[in-house]
Nanobody
């Protein structure tokens, strides 16, 4: 089974909003930090946002600030990426990952989901 399950992707017009969800299927996969990445064909996986599950601390990459928001519900083992004012360049597969800390590098993440496609048209 996939440790983390993403949902909420789809197609949207520029300027619209999408809400992505990531659920850890078991507590062992619910890390100290949950991170969202995105990836487009031929490019490396890019960090979008991260949030500590036991601390009130989250980060957003420069392109996400002012448009995206990350939150979590520990009781549901769920992390949400709220994406507003979507742009065509936000088109990517969005992945959820968990680890013991909020690393930038995807190579340091412990568990992954399979991703959910987001397509934004102009």
């Amino acid at each position: 089974q996939t440790p983390l399950v993403e949902s909420g992707g789809g197609s949207a017009q520029a300027g619209a909003s999408l809400r992505l969800s990531c659920v850890a299927i078991d507590a062992q996969y619910w890390g100290e930090c949950m991170t969202w990445y995105r990836q487009t064909p031929g490019k490396e996986r890019e960090k979008v946002a991260s949030i500590y599950t036991e601390r009130n601390l989250q980060t957003l990459e420069y392109f996400a600030k002012g448009r995206f928001w990350v939150s979590r519900d520990n009781t549901k083992r769920e992390v949400i990426l709220q994406m507003n004012s979507l742009r065509p360049e936000d088109t990517a597969v969005y992945f959820c990952a968990s680890a013991g800390s909020c690393y930038d590098s995807p190579n340091l993440q412990e568990y992954w989901g399979r991703g959910t496609q987001v397509t934004v048209s102009s």
